[in-house]
Every structure is written in C-alpha cells, then in structure tokens.
C-alpha cells in the first residue's frame, strides 16, 4: 500500500501525517516543536513520534516550508552581486554590489543597444571574494532574453558561482519586482540547500529513499532538483498547503478557509476548488515580487500570541509571539510555583509580571553580550525562570535586566499567557500544564481588576471579534480595499455592535457570509464555532484539522504553467515571445502553432521530471482584437496562449 509522507514546519509545530491518496485516508499523524535554528532536528523529532514507519511504503516525500518567507523576513541569506543590463532598477535592492552596463530590449524584444560583455567581465573580477552568488536583470528580458543568457555564459566562463536570470523566474512585467525577485532567489540559494540536505539526512536514517517534493506559493508542488534552482517559489509555501489541506479534507469547492497556527491567522477565499492567484506577485518583509501566489491574508493572531493588559488596564492581544505558559511548565514545572509568588500589582515596563524566560540557544563566547547579559544566560541553564525570580537571582531590580537584546538574538525565548493558555483555563484543550495557564490567567485578572473567570471570558469574547474582523478584513483585502476596516471611528462603532465587542441599546446589527468556514489548527475548536454564529455561516472543522497542512503537502500535485505572448512584428510578421527566446513567423497560423506545440512539450516534459507519469494538458488561448474607428476593421493585437501539466507525482517500481 503506497503511502505519502506529508511534512509541514510552522512557526511553532511541525506536522506529519502518511495519507493514502486512494482511499483519502490519514494513517499516521505526529506533531513536534518547530526548531528554528535546524528544522532538521524539528523533522526528525516528528517522524520519530509517529512510530515505526515501513520504508517500503513511503512512496513520495512532500514538505511545505517557512524557511524562504522566514529569510527573507529577517534579512538572512548569501551575498548576492546585481548586473543590471540596460538601465537601474529604480529603489532598494537586496544586493550587496550592484554594476549597470549597456544593452537591454524595448517592448517589441529588440535590443536597444549592444550587450557589453566587456563591462561584464569587469564586474566580475570586482565581485570575486565579495559576494556568493550572482543575479542579471535586463530591461524587458522577459520579451527577449538572449542578453541575461549571454551574460550569464560569460559570467560561468570566468567563475564557477550559481548565477540568477530574472526571466528564468517570471515573465511578468516589471523590470524592479523582477530584479528584486532575482536577487531574493540568489540570496535564499544556499539556505534551501542547507534545509534539503538536512531533510535527506532525517530520511536516510529512516530509509527513506524516495523523491522528494515541496510545495510552492500557490500550493502545487516541485522536485527537489527544480527547489534548489528556484528556492524563492517556496515563499508562502506553509499557508499555500493549508488551502489544498482545506479541499482535501472537506471537498469544499466554494469556502473561506482559515488556518490558526501558533503565530498568524492566514486566511483564503476558495472558489471552484482554488483560491485566487495573486498574479501581480506576493510581497515578503516588505520586498514586492513577481512569484504568483495564493491571495493569502495574514493577520498576527494565532494560539501563542502574546496576551497583554496595559498601564491604563487595556487588553492587547498579539501580534507579538510568546512561548505559551502551558507548554512551557510541561518541561519547566518549577514555573508553578514561581508564578504563585507573584504579585500582580508590582509594575513593570516592557514585561507583564506573568513572563518568564528560558534559554534557546548557548551562545558563542565571541565578546558580544557583556557581564549581566552572561548572567542571565547561566541563570537560565538548567531551568527557565519567571521574571521576578530571574531578577532575585541576579539581584538586580526586573526593570533594568538587559533581556530585549538576548530575546532578538534568540539567545533566550519569552513564556507568557497566550490563547493556548486561555483554552487550557476554560478546560477545553488541557494538553499541558493547566496550573501554570491558571496562574497566568490570574496575574492578568487582578491587574484588570476582575475575576479569574471574568478574565478568561472577556479575553475569549476579545479573541471571537478579532477572528470575526480578520475574516471581514480578508474580504476587503479581496476587493481591493487596503484599509483596515476599524480605522473609523463609526465604522468601529457599528462593528463593535455586530462582533458582540459592545451592546448599543436601540439596534441590533448582523451580517451573513456567503461562503462557509473550513476552520483549520490545532486551536479552532475553542474559537470558530462562535465566529461562525457571529457570521451566521457554518463553519467546518474537519478530521485532522490540526495536521492539515501536513495534509496539504501530501495531498498536492505538480502544475507546469508555459505562458506565450504572441504579437505584430517590427518589419511585419508576428514575434512569439516565449520564457527560452524570441521568434518571428510570416504568418500568425505558424506562429501559433508552434507556439503551442513548444510551449505543451515543455509543460509535458517538465511535469514528467517532476514525477508525474501522465501529464493532463490545459491549453487556454486568448486573442486581443481592437475595431477601428469606423467600426469595419478588425486589428490584432496579441494572443496569450497558456498551457498547463498537472498531476499528481507517482514513481513506479
């Protein structure tokens, strides 16, 4: 019975299951932590817990990642050098060096001006021993990229380095998203290596010895081999696989599927069984590029956002990211007792007298942290400690422990109370340490001034809205609108009203959905079902729910896409512009065809490389005509031909 191994590593768990696609049937699921520093450790760690597993019945690997979006998020990555051809790319660019030379194309994909090949060798010898991989952008190389493909020929005739070309990645206009986009992809090459040789090792011990897939952006899957061409396609990876979880375990063609993880909330609207491309590109920490992606809308809400009341007694809920009290006191159960100490009314400025702090990570003696920050790490060696305890240790006031630098190191991990915690107080998930929730739950109380059970309430209601504004939100983000919809005053008055924040007496305000909820993550059982009555729409929480992309991952397919322009010549004729060249027909006819025939044994060549051992072809094809003034005259523009492999990655025996 084949079997297909799904993995997934989130911001806080790593999921996996082993599905059988023919019955639709999970067989085996496991979680693990997340390990930030080597997701190798947090894999390996999930395979082990899901028991024994028979190699022989491991058909395909499939893994969804957070690690390119991660990267780019927090700026790590390789020295990339930038050759621009033809002109700058106007605004920041992720490059450490960057050289502009002569050449480039106009519209039509005919050269403005020579290729400088000399000019290139000259950037070449100023970036050896300064950068690690190379990237080429050429103005309109995406409607002739003979001048990206000439450089980077003379690029690996002088050094042996892995070179980038921006039309090898899209073929979006664009010419500073596509730069970006090809800088991105330089820099996270050696990151996506460093995971996938970590990943096989995991598998090898486990002998496992089969393909290896991972899931892209829009939520298909790509080999191995292709991955390490293209890491920056695997942006977006983790929520994409929560969408193709979500149809795969309701069978849900038209649905909002929500996916509550431990750091965000990622929300898509599926129609016909998909959810929309955003074909304009996704943006990453801030960088806007040209790889298609799922329309995914992310909110900083998830089960270990960080759970605050503030000076002047307001609650605050995320966006900030904790290490859950629960949880923590699992493995560190003298948190109990050091929390039972506190006093609730002693003021701190940037903690809540319910944080305590562990020990991520030993770091290198290398004079970076002075005497109190090293203190505090010896501190935390054996056990993780609250803060009032840590500053008695140390004895030194909580106020004036030097932690911020040591928590955006890394070096140390702040635990607080978090949703997790607040299911754990209200008895509905009580995996872990439901003391230590209770405590948190209480410190926090008498700093509001309530009751334990009033807190509890107050921060589920405050939890219920949020989640009810984050799905109105996604749907304004869908439409086009930017703004966030409480940014009125009035609007945050009637909305007050209908997410139950306030009760205005006088009038009564709802609002129904259109679309059902397919709730997924391991935290939607305490929350979605009262966002659903919110809404007045149903909400499906499915088997497996807590795994479901893990699911995802498995369940994908491969989806090849070839996109062709056709358009009128200079000097007559007709100019196919294709991702590998340009070409020029006599006849539109020929040119068409083939277009067409080229561009199906590409996408059917491709898909087969990636395991798919019957290809289904998708051919869609547009032809863009405008009238003439007199309205008798019909004048071509340009035809768009679009093909599409896909399928589901099979190896026989």
């Not at 800088?183 to 460093?194: D, K, M, S, T």
């Not at 809920?317 to 006191?329: C, D, K």
């Not at 609002?511 to 979605?528: E, H, K, N, Q, R």
């Not at 070409?583 to 491709?606: C, F, I, M, T």
Request: aromatic content about 6%; hydrophobic content about 40%; some cysteine.
């Amino acid at each position: 019975m084949p079997l297909i191994l799904g993995i997934d590593t989130g911001g806080t768990f790593t999921d996996g299951v082993l599905l059988d696609l023919d019955t639709k049937e999970v067989k085996r699921k496991a979680k693990a932590f997340t390990t930030r520093g080597d997701l190798s450790i947090g894999i390996r760690n999930c395979l082990e817990n899901m028991g024994e597993l028979d190699p022989r019945q491991v058909q395909l690997v499939s893994l969804s990642t957070t690690l390119a979006t991660n990267a780019i998020v927090e700026g790590r990555g390789c020295r990339v050098g930038l050759i621009l051809i033809g002109r700058e790319a106007n605004g920041n660019l992720p490059a450490q060096q960057v050289f502009v030379v002569n050449g480039g194309h106009d519209i039509k994909g005919i050269p403005v001006s020579e290729l400088d090949l000399e000019a290139i060798r000259r950037a070449v010898t100023d970036m050896r021993g300064q950068v690690d991989t190379i990237a080429i952008s050429s103005y309109l190389s995406i409607r002739n990229p003979e001048h990206e493909q000439a450089a980077q020929r003379a690029i690996q005739e002088l050094w042996d380095v892995p070179v980038v070309c921006a039309h090898q990645l899209t073929t979006t206009l664009g010419y500073y998203e596509r730069t970006v986009t090809a800088c991105l992809n330089a820099r996270l090459l050696p990151i996506i290596a460093e995971l996938l040789t970590a990943v096989r090792a995991v598998l090898k011990e486990k002998a496992i010895t089969t393909p290896l897939m991972i899931v892209k952006g829009d939520g298909s899957l790509m080999s191995e081999t292709m991955t390490l061409e293209k890491p920056i396609e695997t942006i977006l990876s983790g929520p994409a696989a929560s969408i193709v979880g979500a149809v795969f375990l309701t069978g849900s063609d038209s649905a909002l599927a929500l996916d509550m993880g431990g750091t965000t909330t990622d929300i898509a609207i599926l129609e016909n069984g998909r959810p929309r491309m955003n074909r304009e590109g996704a943006t990453v920490g801030g960088w806007k590029t040209r790889v298609e992606a799922a329309e995914i809308s992310t909110f900083g809400l998830g089960g270990d956002s960080y759970i605050q009341v503030s000076k002047d007694r307001k609650l605050i809920i995320g966006p900030r990211r904790v290490w859950p009290l629960s949880v923590m006191a699992d493995k560190y159960p003298n948190l109990v007792e050091e929390l039972q100490k506190v006093d609730p009314s002693i003021q701190l400025i940037d903690s809540q007298p319910a944080d305590c702090f562990m020990l991520i990570k030993q770091p290198a003696d290398n004079g970076q942290w002075h005497e109190t920050e090293w203190k505090i790490i010896h501190a935390l060696q054996e056990r993780a400690h609250n803060i009032f305890t840590l500053a008695d240790i140390l004895g030194k006031d909580p106020n004036l422990l030097p932690l911020k630098g040591l928590e955006q190191a890394q070096v140390i991990g702040r635990i607080s109370f978090t949703p997790t915690d607040l299911l754990h107080v209200r008895n509905i998930f009580t995996a872990y340490n439901v003391f230590a929730a209770r405590e948190g739950a209480r410190i926090l109380a008498q700093r509001l001034r309530i009751g334990r059970e009033k807190f509890s309430e107050k921060v589920l209601n405050e939890i219920q809205a949020s989640l009810c504004m984050t799905v109105l939100q996604s749907f304004a983000y869908r439409d086009g609108l930017k703004a966030e919809l409480n940014s009125e005053a009035s609007v945050e008055f009637l909305l007050g009203n209908l997410l139950h924040r306030t009760h205005q007496p006088g009038f009564k305000t709802s609002i129904t959905l259109d679309y059902p909820i397919v709730a997924l993550g391991a935290p939607v059982t305490g929350y979605l079902p009262a966002v659903g009555n919110s809404l007045n729409t149903a909400v499906l929480i499915p088997t497996h729910a807590e795994v479901a992309n893990a699911v995802g991952a498995a369940a994908g397919q491969v989806t090849e896409i070839i996109r062709i322009l056709i358009k009128p010549g200079v000097a007559g004729g007709y100019a196919v512009h294709a991702p590998w060249k340009r070409e020029v027909y006599l006849y539109l006819e020929d040119a068409e065809k083939h277009a067409l025939e080229k561009a199906q044994e590409v996408a059917l060549e491709r898909a087969r490389r990636a395991g798919v051992l019957n290809p289904e072809l998708l051919v869609e094809k547009e032809e863009v005509v405008s009238h003439t003034a007199g309205g008798d005259d019909i004048v071509f523009l340009e035809t768009r031909i679009e093909v599409t492999a896909s399928g589901h990655p099979t190896w026989e025996e």
